[in-house]
């Protein structure tokens, strides 16, 4: 059984709501990326999306462009995630998501990358440029060999579409809480509540997390009491800046994602 | 076949790659455009202010003293430098701002490399009633403050964008971020045949007023069809307007020429078609230019409007279907081009276009004696001359 749909059997058992904790992989180095991902795991995060930078982020927001910025210019690659991948695998079974644009992965190799993805223990794979329309068979190669590809639904998604979406959709459905880009919001849009309501009873029993804006531990909360868990990003990339160079970098920042878990 | 299909794709190229939150935008344009296409009044609306209000239809001058030069050829400027606002943007803006107008948005986002674009945005948008955002990269915002100036003259804001290579690429991918947080009140003027589809085929559509033309008008001068068609290349939009309605007459090559910056065996070059690889840039997949891990590399030319590290879907298609060939040339011969055409023939030509010119210069000797050659002079160089003054 694929780790996520693990994870999400546990939480509803325990009736709680999933924290997804997301990381530049290698911000502000692949090191430091591996000893946040334990230690978030140690302060209650349940699944951990580890961000693929990329060139050009047109749907990211400035703090997740810099933290890709900063990754790049240390040489991060999508091969080195994939290795820091392996590396966590021997100490920690906390599924583990890529996040990445499509041209890394496309340059990588659509089937080497499913392979090595799997081979390294990554559960799924999130590409914000990649609906379903496109490369339809990487999604189909991915899921036989075990890999899901987690689908969008965003606001501006029709009914229909949103049914369709669902109907093949895996792991979980991740909401884009908003229209717009990642990064911090001081309140999340009007009309949330009803949107994520209806998007539930669409996904059925696929789990739906929403993310996109959240950044405190009260709109985590409020965010996660409608639907079955929540996405914070920018947040966590910006309390990682506040600490570079400072000691206790690990430390402080899980005690932020332990706040956010609530 | 179709091209693109219905999904958007030229064979293994174009298609839309882009956030869920436009997938929403992408199908009202394309249904929009669909509806508007067949529709008489649009088609009248547009063809009225082509006519009265960009100058269209644009001569197909011959050029004597440059054919005289080269010797043994004919060349014709298809010549859009005349249009107004200097360029053929003025084409597509025109179209897509009147498709802005059916879709009831009053607000409009644009990216712009030269300035060109902008410009034919931001008049598109005053003549309309819209309101015009454009971003712009620092660097193109310094070597480009003519067109600057003209665009908040005409109303619009000029979006500085400082990220990255801070030029087109990414003045594109700050004007999508504005796209997907706006989206509800917003449409995006893509500048070039680029982009997520519907955008290749209906900037294509829109710019190919210049190929309809040319077609017809260089039939009634030579009662033939010409040999060759060359224009220059950096998303593509002046060549694909040029080239598509030649698209089925087999004889007539086309020839695109990409920016090669310091030269090809530099590192220093826009030329994506010739250098590129398959990749996914802002929207579709076409060639880009890029290093191993996929990451986007910054181009180089001294032509703002060629200065993007991809290129339109349906050249990446031309390319490997053979319909059309692309060559290179470096900053350097384009800027000698650039006078070249001013002294021969009184006009002088945008950087961008003066690729073309160089382009012939060059390779002239390629060409079978008589052979009948239109190029595209897709702008004007006015734009350029305070640059080039301090160059040199």
């Known amino acids: ?262 | 076949m179709k091209l693109p299909d219905s999904l958007g794709h030229f064979g293994i190229y174009g298609g839309k790659y882009v956030p869920e939150t436009l997938m929403g935008a992408l199908k009202e344009l394309e249904v929009i455009y669909a509806k508007a296409r067949r529709d008489k009044n649009f088609k009248q609306e547009l063809a009225y202010y082509l006519k009265e209000y960009a100058g269209r239809p644009t001569p197909l001058y011959f050029a004597k003293n440059l054919s005289h030069i080269l010797g043994h050829v004919k060349i014709y400027l298809k010549r859009e430098d005349l249009l107004h606002t200097g360029a053929h943007k003025i084409n597509n803006t025109l179209g897509q701002a009147l498709l802005t107008l059916r879709m009831g948005k009053k607000r409009v986002v644009a990216e712009t490399g030269a300035g060109q674009h902008g410009v034919a945005t931001a008049t598109a948008c005053a003549l309309f009633g819209l309101d015009c955002f454009v971003y712009m990269g620092v660097k193109d915002i310094e070597r480009q403050a003519l067109n600057v100036y003209r665009m908040k003259l005409l109303g619009a804001i000029v979006v500085p964008v400082k990220s990255g290579s801070q030029t087109l690429k990414d003045a594109m991918s700050e004007a999508i971020r504005d796209w997907v947080t706006n989206v509800r009140t917003t449409n995006y003027i893509i500048g070039s045949v680029a982009g997520p589809h519907p955008y290749p085929m209906l900037v294509r559509d829109f710019q190919a007023v210049i190929g309809k033309e040319a077609r017809s008008q260089i039939l009634a001068v030579e009662r033939r069809l010409p040999d060759y068609l060359v224009a220059c290349v950096g998303g593509g939009s002046n060549s694909m307007g040029l080239f598509y309605p030649f698209y089925k007459d087999k004889k007539v090559k086309f020839i695109g020429v990409e920016a090669a910056g310091f030269g090809l065996n530099t590192s220093y070059y826009a030329a994506t078609i010739l250098r590129g690889s398959v990749g996914v840039l802002h929207g579709s997949k076409s060639k880009l230019l890029q290093d191993d891990d996929g990451q986007v590399k910054i181009a180089h030319s001294i032509a703002a409007g060629l200065d993007y590290p991809g290129v339109g879907p349906e050249h990446a298609y031309y390319k490997d279907t053979g319909r059309a060939e692309y060559f290179a040339v470096t900053d350097k011969e384009a800027v000698e081009s650039f006078r070249f055409l001013s002294v021969t023939e009184g006009i002088i030509p945008a950087l961008e276009s003066a690729h073309a010119i160089a382009y012939l210069k060059k390779s002239s000797r390629k060409f079978k004696k008589g052979a009948v050659i239109i190029v595209c002079l897709s702008g004007r160089g006015d734009k350029d001359v305070q640059s080039l003054k301090s160059l040199k």
Not at chain 1, 204 to 220: K, L
Not at chain 1, 242 to 252: D, E, V
Request: aromatic share 8%; with cysteine; glycine share 8%.
């Open chain 1, 1 to 262: 059984m694929n780790r996520i749909d693990s994870k999400f059997r546990e939480l509803r058992k325990n009736r709680q709501k999933a924290f997804i904790a997301f990381l530049t992989a290698g911000y502000p180095g692949l090191a430091a990326t591996e000893k946040l991902v334990l230690e978030f795991e140690k302060n209650g995060a349940d699944i951990i999306e580890l961000g693929v930078p990329f060139s050009d982020p047109i749907a990211d927001g400035p703090v997740i462009q810099m933290s890709s910025y900063t990754a790049l210019k240390k040489g991060v690659t999508l091969k080195k995630i994939l290795d820091s991948v392996s590396r966590l695998r021997r100490r920690s079974a906390i599924p583990l998501i890529a996040m990445s644009y499509f041209n890394p992965i496309l340059r990588y190799g659509l089937p080497r990358f499913i392979k090595d993805a799997v081979k390294a223990g990554l559960d799924a794979v999130i590409i914000p440029d990649l609906p379903p329309e496109e490369e339809k068979d990487f999604a189909k190669e991915a899921l036989s060999a075990g890999l899901y590809v987690i689908r969008f639904i965003a606001p501006t998604t029709t009914l229909s579409r949103a049914r369709s979406i669902a109907r093949s959709a895996r792991g979980f459905i991740y909401f884009v809480s908003l229209t717009g880009v990642t990064g911090a919001r001081s309140s999340m849009p009007d009309g949330l509540r009803l949107q994520l309501s209806s998007v539930k009873k669409i996904a059925g029993p696929i789990p739906v997390c929403a993310g996109f804006g959240v950044s405190t531990p009260a709109q985590a909360r409020f965010v996660s009491s409608m639907c079955d868990g929540v996405i914070v990003g920018s947040a966590i990339i910006k309390m990682i800046s506040k600490y570079i160079g400072r000691p206790g970098l690990a430390s402080s920042v899980g005690a932020f994602v332990k706040r956010l878990k609530g």
